[in-house]
């Protein structure tokens, strides 16, 4: 599953740009070029300028967005679409409020206190700060991990920078909000890892804010060296480095690895690339570019022959390391998308489910009926006509299939559920099951905590290929004044829901949309 690095070596001809492999370029400018495997890793790096990228991005276009309607993509569409640009605004907020992040100066711990203290609130107990001198110098980065289910398997870094400046570098003491450069990447890492805190992963994340980068990468020198030296498999770094303030064409720019120390790691960083220019075209409606590696806190990474990649929102902003850097001049929408495009590429490549696209079962509930179970559905509305009340009993000479009956309070009603199967073969009886649930919308509409289940069915009958089955009924006694919310999901051993593999909150809403075997019916009483 977790394909390993690539020995560093000289690629025979030419870079991912077409541009010779031996290129130098940012940071690396002026070194000697060094035989394969030999490069000579530097205790810093140049001061970084990000407001000039040495190569133009070019425009990718990546493949059409197609639903699979089947994990893991329908889960994946189900967690970007909770990814909240209020949490985001927060978090920048929050950061740029503090008179300066310079790395000498006093105020910096209150950033690394804050930074910490979210990483905590959203339930990791692994929160570290790691300390690193140079020059003189010490700070802190900040180091979030989430352990994967493979022990002493590989680690995915997501980092940014959490430090910043004004223009003289040597001004400890001014004003430096630093809104986009760079609490919008910090607060990006946090509102990931808030989302991916009840999520299984098979390769451990450590998530990174760093100290120091402004003045020549040092916490991400210090942080790389540590890494490799402890042996750690570090399988992917992703940084994020301004990413709030989009450019006029809207783009975002996925940068990769174009030759740098070690061209030897160029074609898998490229490859990521493309998965995550992918995830910005199947999950946002985000443009997309391609663009170099440069001068960010990936480069003492790749500089080790790690693969790397970036987001970036491009050149062109007017507050670069200036006062006016503040949290009023970010799109927070477009932070927004930036944060699903690197969380979708994170699940992409680390989610720990099966992969049922091949499975020949699909069930599904209908939202309306024109619902054909094709993902996301269009317009879910808590009208689903798969669920319906019936106030007696078969026993009692009742008839399910005459329709729907208003609940009546205080005594036994009885709901039943249509399964549908849109696979190309049948599901056998005693195979697949629908549990049923209600929810007093005056209380709380969150899934699951404000849902109580009513009953579990093993499904009897054979569901054939095209066709469905009625399925109940599940009894219970409403007791409401107004309207309850009935849910219903459908699961199989080879297609699964999304609650069968995510135990966190979700909206209803986006849970009915993009996951076909969840039905919702809001019921008046």
Same mark, same amino acid.
């Given at each position: 599953?977790?394909?390993?690095?690539?020995?560093?070596?000289?690629?025979?001809?030419?870079?991912?740009?077409?541009?010779?492999?031996?290129?130098?370029?940012?940071?690396?400018?002026?070194?000697?070029?060094?035989?394969?495997?030999?490069?000579?890793?530097?205790?810093?790096?140049?001061?970084?300028?990000?407001?000039?990228?040495?190569?133009?991005?070019?425009?990718?276009?990546?493949?059409?967005?197609?639903?699979?309607?089947?994990?893991?993509?329908?889960?994946?569409?189900?967690?970007?679409?909770?990814?909240?640009?209020?949490?985001?605004?927060?978090?920048?907020?929050?950061?740029?409020?503090?008179?300066?992040?310079?790395?000498?100066?006093?105020?910096?711990?209150?950033?690394?206190?804050?930074?910490?203290?979210?990483?905590? *609130?959203?339930?990791?107990?692994?929160?570290?700060?790691?300390?690193?001198?140079?020059?003189?110098?010490?700070?802190?980065?900040?180091?979030?991990?989430?352990?994967?289910?493979?022990?002493?398997?590989?680690?995915?870094?997501?980092?940014?920078?959490?430090?910043?400046?004004?223009?003289?570098?040597?001004?400890?003491?001014?004003?430096?909000?630093?809104?986009?450069?760079?609490?919008?990447?910090?607060? @990006?890492?946090?509102?990931?890892?808030?989302?991916?805190?009840?999520?299984?992963?098979?390769?451990?994340?450590?998530?990174?804010?760093?100290?120091?980068?402004?003045?020549?990468?040092?916490?991400?020198?210090?942080?790389?060296?540590?890494?490799?030296?402890?042996?750690?498999?570090?399988?992917?770094?992703?940084?994020?480095?301004?990413?709030?303030?989009?450019?006029?064409?809207?783009?975002?720019?996925?940068?990769?690895?174009?030759?740098? @120390?070690?061209?030897?790691?160029? *074609?898998?960083?490229?490859?990521?690339?493309?998965?995550?220019?992918?995830?910005?075209?199947?999950?946002?409606?985000?443009?997309?570019?391609?663009?170099?590696?440069?001068?960010?806190?990936?480069?003492?990474?790749?500089?080790?022959?790690?693969?790397?990649?970036?987001?970036?929102?491009?050149?062109?902003?007017?507050?670069?390391?200036?006062?006016?850097?503040?949290?009023?001049?970010?799109?927070?929408?477009?932070?927004?998308?930036?944060?699903?495009?690197?969380? *979708?590429?994170?699940?992409?490549?680390?989610?720990?489910?099966?992969?049922?696209?091949?499975?020949?079962?699909?069930?599904?509930?209908?939202?309306?009926?024109?619902?054909?179970?094709?993902?996301?559905?269009?317009?879910?509305?808590?009208?689903?006509?798969?669920?319906?009340?019936?106030?007696?009993?078969?026993?009692?000479?009742?008839?399910?299939?005459?329709?729907?009956?208003?609940? =009546?309070?205080?005594?036994?009603?009885?709901?039943?559920?249509?399964?549908?199967?849109?696979?190309?073969?049948?599901?056998?009886?005693?195979?697949?099951?629908?549990?049923?649930?209600?929810?007093?919308?005056?209380?709380?509409?969150?899934?699951?905590?404000?849902?109580?289940?009513?009953?579990?069915?093993?499904?009897?009958?054979?569901?054939?290929?095209?066709?469905? =089955?009625?399925?109940?009924?599940?009894?219970?006694?409403?007791?409401?004044?107004?309207?309850?919310?009935?849910?219903?999901?459908?699961?199989?051993?080879?297609?699964?829901?999304?609650?069968?593999?995510?135990?966190?909150?979700?909206?209803?809403?986006?849970? =009915?949309?993009?996951?076909?075997? =969840?039905?919702?019916?809001?019921?008046?009483?």
């Amino acid at each position: 599953m977790w394909p390993r690095r690539r020995a560093a070596g000289r690629k025979n001809d030419q870079g991912g740009d077409g541009r010779p492999a031996t290129r130098r370029h940012g940071m690396y400018a002026g070194q000697p070029l060094a035989a394969p495997g030999t490069f000579a890793v530097p205790d810093s790096f140049a001061v970084p300028d990000k407001r000039r990228p040495p190569s133009a991005g070019v425009w990718v276009t990546p493949a059409t967005r197609k639903w699979a309607g089947t994990l893991p993509d329908k889960f994946i569409a189900t967690l970007v679409e909770l990814v909240s640009a209020g949490a985001l605004r927060s978090t920048v907020e929050a950061l740029a409020a503090i008179p300066t992040r310079h790395t000498f100066s006093p105020h910096l711990g209150e950033a690394t206190t804050l930074i910490a203290d979210r990483f905590t *609130a959203a339930g990791y107990p692994d929160v570290v700060r790691r300390t690193w001198s140079h020059a003189g110098h010490s700070a802190d980065n900040v180091v979030c991990t989430k352990p994967g289910t493979e022990s002493g398997g590989p680690v995915i870094i997501v980092c940014a920078h959490y430090d910043s400046r004004m223009e003289d570098l040597d001004n400890v003491t001014a004003r430096a909000p630093g809104a986009d450069d760079n609490a919008s990447g910090v607060a @990006a890492i946090l509102e990931i890892a808030r989302l991916l805190a009840p999520v299984t992963l098979s390769a451990t994340i450590r998530f990174v804010a760093f100290s120091g980068e402004e003045q020549g990468l040092w916490g991400s020198t210090a942080y790389a060296a540590e890494l490799h030296a402890a042996g750690a498999d570090v399988h992917r770094v992703i940084n994020l480095d301004m990413i709030g303030r989009p450019p006029a064409d809207g783009s975002v720019t996925v940068e990769r690895d174009l030759g740098n @120390a070690v061209p030897g790691n160029d *074609a898998a960083s490229q490859a990521l690339g493309a998965v995550m220019a992918q995830a910005a075209a199947s999950y946002t409606a985000l443009p997309v570019k391609l663009g170099p590696i440069y001068d960010s806190d990936y480069m003492p990474f790749e500089a080790r022959g790690d693969i790397t990649v970036g987001a970036y929102e491009g050149e062109g902003n007017p507050h670069y390391h200036r006062t006016s850097d503040k949290p009023a001049t970010l799109d927070y929408g477009y932070l927004a998308a930036v944060t699903k495009t690197v969380l *979708a590429t994170l699940l992409a490549e680390a989610l720990d489910v099966a992969d049922e696209a091949g499975s020949a079962v699909d069930l599904y509930i209908r939202d309306s009926l024109a619902d054909t179970g094709s993902q996301p559905s269009p317009a879910p509305d808590g009208a689903s006509p798969d669920l319906w009340v019936r106030n007696n009993d078969i026993s009692a000479g009742d008839d399910p299939e005459l329709g729907h009956q208003t609940p =009546v309070n205080g005594v036994p009603n009885r709901l039943y559920v249509r399964v549908h199967n849109r696979g190309t073969a049948a599901v056998g009886g005693g195979v697949a099951q629908v549990r049923a649930y209600r929810c007093d919308p005056v209380t709380e509409v969150t899934w699951p905590t404000g849902f109580q289940p009513i009953g579990t069915l093993v499904i009897g009958q054979t569901i054939p290929a095209g066709g469905s =089955v009625r399925v109940g009924p599940f009894e219970w006694t409403p007791q409401t004044t107004d309207h309850e919310v009935m849910f219903a999901i459908a699961s199989a051993p080879s297609d699964h829901s999304v609650p069968d593999v995510y135990p966190g909150e979700l909206d209803p809403d986006i849970l =009915v949309r993009f996951d076909n075997n =969840v039905g919702r019916r809001d019921v008046a009483a």
